[in-house]
């Protein structure tokens, strides 16, 4: 039985409050388990202490997601998918955000698969602070010659990212297998033909594997089931993807059965979906552009609605982007906004004359700020205001953003406008324009206010600076 309240999960931890988790209470570490952002591993009592044995295999098997995690690939760049406990991402947060694996053939020339593959491994997009990648390479078996499928996967392999293995001969599979045991690729896929076959190889080799009935979610589930009594626990459902028309369709009411099942406490049907949004490719379209943006439109509706895993063909940016940005923000933790961290940062290399600004760590907001003072030339210190990451608007009428808490941000990191400039002046956002007098009295400093779009900073700069004495 899923338990979804700290108090629930209390019962089963050894209420000491020893604090050898880190947290002052067990009641707080109950509430980190319940939100997935600690594990019963980091107690100390309940993994050492053979009394607390019974109950903590109990609380695993209860905090378990409703939808299995299937790992694909190993180390670092490992993927991992599925893992959600719920329908809805403002009832908790989706977790495994939807990974986005990208086609090869493997009938290409040597030099055209490694251009393609280096592509794939190479594709990245800064975004608030971090850079999005692509992560994973689908190999198909075009050829359908095992010989020449193995040769093409052990030239992917050698680049380190994730693989799913696409072929529907079993031999191929295996001869994939043999020159990738140890990469743990996906197999894609089983179906009411080959499954013995595919699932012995899964056996085996000890890998995910797909399990593919196209519309037919009766077909799926027992195909689902049968794997899973045998011995197979990582598995992932293909329902099929079609790209147009009544097809479509009924591709997406099958993705909300599946996981609505799932999520419900169906455990034979339980395991992340594999969407295949490259089916556009095959909807008669003849202009590339056309079906690049028909691919991701595909991808888009069913990253809201769960694919867990894709296999992508179009690697233009104007394709891939939007489906990385769209993955990225529906498997943001809404309950937590994104921020940096506070602090004093440099754009350039300023000196004592430089102007210093401030903003939130709100991480749309600073790397807008920093986007727009850098791009332009614009030297200076710019601090991060941590307003728990809300902007400044935001912050400033919700109490977040208040004279004390810039000067506490000044004095955590260390700078002095009075000893560390030579103008002891501050340009503050205009839309925190209601602070300036009060950042003046707390601050003894010249406080001035700045455009209300960063995007306008470079003009006031220009008129503004360096300040008058």
């Known amino acids: 039985m899923k338990i979804n309240s700290p108090l629930e999960a209390y019962k089963y931890l050894p209420q000491t409050n020893c604090g050898e988790c880190g947290e002052p209470t067990c009641m707080a570490f109950a509430s980190k388990l319940i939100d997935r952002s600690g594990k019963t591993s980091e107690c100390p009592p309940l993994v050492k202490e053979k009394k607390y044995a019974k109950k903590l295999k109990e609380l695993d098997i209860i905090l378990a997601p409703e939808i299995r995690q299937v790992t694909i690939g190993v180390g670092e760049k490992a993927a991992n998918i599925g893992g959600d406990d719920v329908l809805y991402r403002h009832k908790l947060t989706f977790f495994n955000k939807t990974k986005l694996f990208f086609d090869v053939s493997d009938n290409l020339e040597e030099a055209a698969l490694i251009e393609r593959v280096n592509k794939i491994a190479d594709f990245k997009k800064f975004y608030v602070g971090r850079n999005l990648l692509l992560d994973g390479v689908a190999i198909k078996a075009t050829s359908n010659d095992p010989a020449k499928f193995a040769a093409a996967v052990k030239k992917v392999a050698e680049i380190g990212l994730p693989m799913i293995f696409c072929s529907f001969n079993p031999a191929v599979l295996k001869a994939g297998l043999e020159v990738a045991k140890d990469k743990n690729p996906l197999l894609y896929a089983a179906n009411k033909d080959n499954w013995k076959e595919v699932g012995e190889l899964a056996l085996e080799y000890k890998v995910p594997v797909v399990v593919s009935a196209f519309n037919d979610l009766d ?51 339980a395991y992340p979906i594999m969407a295949l949004p490259l089916t556009a490719w095959m909807a008669g379209i003849a202009d590339p552009v056309s079906a690049s943006y028909w691919e991701t439109v595909i991808a888009s509706v069913f990253t809201i609605r769960y694919g ?162």
């Open 308 to 469: 867990d895993i894709m296999i992508l063909h179009s690697l233009e940016p104007y394709a891939a982007l939007p489906e990385m940005h769209l993955a990225e923000t529906i498997y943001t933790d809404p309950r937590t906004p994104v921020s940096v961290d506070g602090g004093m940062y440099k754009v350039g290399a300023p000196d004592k004359d430089s102007p210093v600004f401030f903003t939130t760590n709100f991480a749309l907001t600073y790397y807008t700020v920093e986007s727009d003072i850098s791009a332009n030339g614009i030297v200076c210190w710019l601090l991060a205001v941590d307003t728990d990451g809300i902007g400044v608007e935001a912050a400033v009428a919700g109490g977040q953003l208040t004279s004390a808490k810039v000067k506490d941000a000044f004095d955590k990191a260390g700078f002095d406008l009075k000893t560390d400039t030579n103008h002891n002046t501050l340009i503050i956002p205009g839309l925190s324009a209601r602070l300036q007098g009060d950042l003046e009295d707390t601050l003894g400093a010249n406080v001035k206010v700045g455009p209300m779009d960063s995007g306008r900073i470079p003009g006031w700069i220009e008129k503004n600076w360096p300040p008058k004495q």
């Open 219 to 269: 077909a799926l589930k027992t195909l689902a089931k049968t794997f899973a009594e045998s011995g197979i626990k990582d598995i992932v459902l293909d329902p099929g993807t079609y790209p147009s028309g009544k097809g479509l369709k009924d591709s997406f009411t099958n993705f909300l059965k599946i996981r609505r099942a799932g999520i419900m406490g169906d455990t034979e049907i």
